[in-house]
C-alpha cells in the first residue's frame, strides 16, 4: 500500500522563486504596475497565452507576500477572485477569453456576497433562460474589470461590468480600495460565458482560499512591522521589546499570525490534491476574522501614536483585515459556520 502523503509547510523551490520575484518588484514600488511590469500577474496565467503556467500553491504565495507588504490593489481579486476559479472551473476556450489581459495587467473579479450574506453557497441571485438578475455587494474593483465571475443560483457565469442590464456603484471600504455594489437586471448571457459544471461552494472555498493566503502575509507583515519598531523605539532608556508587557503582547501577534499560516497553507494544499478541505476552510474563516483583527489592534496600540499616521505603513494592513473581515460575514458568522459541521 502506498504512504498516504503528508504535507510539507515549507515552500518549494517554486514558490521560492515566486516569493523573491513579489519581493524584488516590491523593492522598487509598491503598486499594481509594478507586478504587472514585474511579470508577477503573469505567473499563473497558462503557458499558451504567454504566462508562466504555476498553480494554486504558487498564487498562494504570491498573495501572502503581496499581503506581507501591505499592498493593496487590484491582485487579490484578479489572481484569488478571478484567475485561481478560471483555471479551475473554465474550459480552455473560455480561459483563453477570459484570461487574455491578465498578463498585461487586465482586472478580473468575482461578485459573490449578497446583502446579508457572505459567500452564499446558494446565492439569491437568479439565473434562468440566459437571464441573470440580482444584487451583489463588496465587488472589489467591478469599476475597473474586464470580466466578473458571479455565483447564482443554478450557476456561476463571467460577465462584463459593462454588460447591458450592469449597474456599478461605488461603496467606501477601510482600506480606501475600490468596492462595488453590482445590480443585474434581466442581463443576457450566453453559453459560452457559463461555466458548466462550476458551483458557488467551489467558487467560495477557492476565493477564501485566496484571502487566506493574502491575511496570513498582512498578519505576519503587521507583526514584522510592530517588532522592528519596538526594538529600535526606546523609552526610560531601553528598546520598548525589553519591557516583558510588551512582549507578552508581541507574542500574542506571533500565535495568530503562525496558526493562520499553518490553516492558510493546510487549505491550499488539500484544494491542490484534490483532497476534501471543508473543515480546514471553515477554521481558517473563522480565524482569520477573530485572530487577525485583535492581533491587529495590538500592533496598532504597541506602535503608540506613529501606528496611526497614514503616512506609515500600519494602517494599510490594519484596514485591510477589516475589510477581509466584513468580506468573510465576521466572527459570529463564521462560528456559526464551524458549528454547522460539528452538528
Not at 47 to 75: C, F, N, S, W, Y
Not at 209 to 222: E, F, N, P, Q
Not at 237 to 247: I, N, Y
Request: net charge negative.
Amino acid at each position: 500500500m502506498a504512504a498516504e502523503a503528508t504535507m510539507d509547510f515549507d515552500l518549494t523551490a517554486t514558490q521560492q522563486a515566486v516569493a523573491d520575484v513579489v519581493t524584488s518588484v516590491f523593492e522598487r514600488e509598491l503598486s499594481w504596475e509594478a507586478l504587472v511590469n514585474g511579470g508577477v500577474t503573469a505567473l499563473p496565467v497558462p503557458e499558451r497565452l504567454g504566462g508562466d503556467g504555476v498553480g494554486l500553491p504558487e498564487v498562494a504565495t504570491v498573495l501572502t507576500e503581496i499581503g506581507r507588504h501591505g499592498a493593496i490593489t487590484p491582485a487579490l481579486a484578479t489572481l484569488g477572485f478571478g484567475v485561481v476559479p478560471l483555471l479551475d472551473l473554465a474550459s480552455e476556450d473560455q480561459q483563453d477569453r477570459f484570461l487574455a489581459g491578465v498578463a498585461k495587467g487586465g482586472v478580473l473579479t468575482a461578485a459573490l456576497n449578497e446583502p446579508g450574506a457572505a459567500l452564499p453557497d446558494r446565492p439569491s441571485t437568479t439565473f434562468a433562460g440566459g437571464r441573470l438578475s440580482g444584487t451583489k455587494v463588496g465587488v472589489g474593483y467591478a469599476g475597473q474589470a474586464d470580466w466578473m465571475i458571479v455565483t447564482a443560483d443554478s450557476a456561476v457565469v463571467v460577465v462584463s461590468p459593462k454588460a447591458g442590464g450592469v449597474e456599478v456603484v461605488q461603496t467606501p471600504t477601510s482600506n480606501d480600495s475600490d468596492e462595488y455594489t453590482v445590480t443585474f437586471t434581466d442581463v443576457a448571457v450566453e453559453d459560452a460565458d457559463v461555466l458548466a459544471g462550476a458551483t458557488a461552494q467551489r467558487v467560495n472555498q477557492l476565493v477564501l482560499a485566496s484571502i487566506g493566503a493574502y491575511a496570513d502575509g498582512l498578519v505576519a507583515g503587521a507583526l514584522r512591522l510592530t517588532a522592528d519598531y519596538v526594538a529600535n523605539r526606546k523609552q526610560f532608556g531601553k528598546p520598548l521589546s525589553t519591557f516583558q508587557t510588551v512582549a507578552a503582547q508581541l507574542a500574542e501577534v506571533y500565535i495568530a499570525s503562525r496558526t493562520i499560516d499553518l490553516v492558510a497553507k493546510s487549505v491550499v494544499w488539500r484544494l491542490s490534491e484534490g483532497r476534501d478541505a471543508d473543515d480546514d476552510l471553515d477554521v481558517l474563516g473563522y480565524w482569520v476574522t477573530s485572530q487577525a483583527p485583535p492581533v491587529m489592534q495590538l500592533c496598532h496600540h504597541l506602535h503608540g501614536g506613529m501606528g496611526m499616521d497614514i503616512t506609515y505603513p500600519m494602517h494599510r494592513y490594519y484596514s485591510t483585515i477589516k475589510d477581509l473581515t466584513r468580506l468573510l460575514g465576521g466572527p459570529s458568522h463564521r462560528l456559526d459556520l464551524v458549528g454547522a459541521q460539528c452538528s
